[in-house]
């Protein structure tokens, strides 16, 4: 896969479409959709992704279900409103669709291990969270600010594991990182006051690699991953 590092917020996806395309916004008159993109793991599980595209870019690309294609953009996020209060809505805006084949060998579909890769390069804007599970692995929760055009920012919800973890739980808020990982979707149980519940979705990158990078813009200190989620 190729990645172009000179920009601050990159991402490429392979996946298969897994939902139909519904109208999500209109700007200046031109239309934008909203579809889910299954992306699979190493593992036998796999990642659904919200993407958002221009009815300008899919024109004559086949959004059917169980299509494979090949995603570039940029992964952002935007305040949505729920019961009146704020929330950080996340979504990949795609920039390119590619249509993909299936890669088969020996009769059976070969998963592609590079199917899921992003790279932010941005400002950490709230202090880590470091915490350890019940089984004694480590991990930091990170909230990114990066840039985008029309001064413009968003703001990316990271996970570091391992050694990242116990590193990031030390940076100060308003450090500038680079960071390059795979954007993984989890799903959890929202708890109301009233006692009810609901199964809901949340989206973050799940970090591999990552730098600090000073003033100049220089990588000062690189990081990997030493036990990462599983993909």
Known sequence: MITNYTENNHLVLIGKVASEKKFSHEIYGERFYIFNLDVPRLSDIS?????????????????????????????RSYNGYENEKSKLILTVFAKEITPREEIIEDGVVKKEA??????????????????QTPFGREISDILLAVNRSYSKSDYIPCIAWGRNARFCQNVEVGTRIKITGRVQSRTYEKKFEDGTSEQRVAYEVSIIS????????????EEQTENQEAI
Do not use: H, W
């Open 47 to 75: 990642d659904i992704i919200p993407i958002t595209v221009s009815e300008r870019l899919i024109m004559e690309t086949d959004l059917s279900i169980g299509n494979k294609i090949l995603v570039e953009g940029q992964f």
């Open 114 to 131: 590079n199917s899921n890769e992003v790279v932010l390069q941005g400002y950490i804007c709230k202090k880590p969270i470091y915490r």
């Open 210 to 221: 990552l730098e600090v990078i000073n003033e100049e813009g220089n990588a000062v200190k």
